[in-house]
């Protein structure tokens, strides 16, 4: 059985959550149902069970004030939120996961069969990364969380030499020679990394110009990057490529 919390203030949201979720199926038990962060507290520090889904703006206590009142976070969190396209960007990096209401049936169901191949509780550091983030008014922010089979890595987008496409994953490539290969596509992690100046030069491939080692204009035009890799450059996107190099300080 798949244990469910329901945390939310407003009395309609836990309601049509939880039809939903016993819609869905079966296997799927409601634990426990609240509307008040406080009487949800105490079932939370004495219960066991596997996925809570939690607002994250209440009255009183707001999720991120209930989680830092507990020991341990060893279920799933789902935070339900009706935040903008700022918060969402903040969520994307923090590897946090969330479901933007009013709640679609099929993001829901994504939801839950994301949480049964990792099955894993949420860490700390990305409530804390998840704040931070979200305490900044800037975008460029300094850290991403990937998610990984056994929990998550927090990393310095700085050390990103470049992202690749495989089919619907996307593996990172960092300075250090460790790589990793995460269950989101190519376009998922440009939409968050865009703004700290990546650039998609092809289909497959996403870089950090700060690691562009040389510019070769022949077979169509590449790019090698620090770690020796060719990065093929497509017809589409060669004229933002050179734009690029001649906006660079060089010697002529």
Excluded at 79 to 94: G, L, N, R, V
């Amino acid at each position: 059985m798949i244990r469910v919390v329901i945390v939310d203030d407003e009395k309609p949201s836990t309601e049509s959550l939880s039809i939903e979720l016993r819609s869905m199926r079966k296997d799927i038990l409601i634990s426990g149902v609240f509307n008040k962060p406080v009487e949800a507290l105490h079932f939370i520090k004495n219960n066991d069970f596997d996925l809570l889904f939690l607002d994250i703006e209440m009255p009183g206590m707001n999720g991120f004030d209930l989680l830092d009142k507990l020991d341990k976070t060893d279920f799933e969190v789902i935070f339900t939120t009706a935040y903008d396209q700022y918060a969402i960007k903040a969520f994307k990096f923090s590897a946090i996961h969330y479901l933007l209401k009013p709640i679609d049936y099929d993001d829901l169901t994504a939801a839950i069969d994301l949480w049964e191949r990792r099955k894993q509780g949420i860490r700390r550091e990305q409530i804390e990364l998840f704040k931070e983030l979200m305490s900044k008014s800037n975008i460029n922010h300094q850290k991403i969380a990937l998610p990984t089979t056994d929990g998550f890595e927090l990393i310095n987008i700085q050390d990103i030499i470049r992202c690749q496409a495989e089919n619907n994953y996307t593996r990172f490539f960092l300075a250090d020679g460790a790589q990793y290969l995460i269950c989101r596509t190519l376009k998922d992690v440009e939409s968050i990394l865009v703004n700290n100046q990546f650039i998609r030069t092809h289909q497959s491939h996403l870089i950090n110009p700060v690691f562009i080692r040389k510019y070769i204009r022949n077979d169509g035009g590449f790019l090698i990057m620090e770690d020796e890799s060719k990065i093929s450059i497509s017809r589409a996107r060669k004229e933002s490529i050179i734009n690029l190099i001649n906006s660079m300080e060089r010697l002529l």
